[in-house]
């Protein structure tokens, strides 16, 4: 991984882009750049979607696969869960509120994340940290 691009990503772009095979750590600011614009930041239509839903979407995109989020984001926001973020999604998300539809996306990662360690035994399951208590001088 280099600059958060991991050398398979980088892969597909140069069969994708017709660069030369090569180390990731080798790739120029530009082919970089390309990758975050093109594999995940126009996939996510960043162009069309306020701050900061646009934020939290791409970095889910760099991080996760997108289908299982956007299906949650979808059926939280009351669109039809079919985990493709089209016009439909976006209208929606528009009128929910960008930072009320990034909260929800945002709080459905978080669920995954729970998901993903319940599902997984060999996994010892974090903390989440309660920041209400927290504020309040709580703590854990």
């Not at 162009?47 to 939290?56: C, K, N």
């Not at 509120?97 to 010892?124: F, P």
């Amino acid at each position: 991984t280099s600059r958060g691009v991991t050398q398979r990503t980088y892969d597909t772009a140069c069969e994708t882009y017709g660069w030369p095979k090569g180390d990731v750590w080798n790739a120029t600011q530009e082919q970089v750049e390309t990758v975050y614009r093109r594999l995940y930041w126009d996939k996510i239509h960043g162009d069309e979607i306020d701050w900061p839903l646009s934020g939290a979407l791409f970095d889910c995109a760099v991080l996760h696969s997108l289908p299982p989020l956007i299906r949650r984001l979808q059926w939280a926001i009351g669109s039809p869960p079919d985990g493709h973020l089209g016009p439909q999604t976006i209208a929606a998300c528009k009128k929910f509120g960008w930072v009320n539809s990034a909260w929800v996306l945002l709080q459905a990662r978080d669920n995954r994340y729970e998901d993903i360690v319940h599902r997984d035994g060999t996994t010892e399951p974090w903390r989440f940290v309660d920041y209400v208590t927290m504020q309040k001088g709580g703590g854990s």
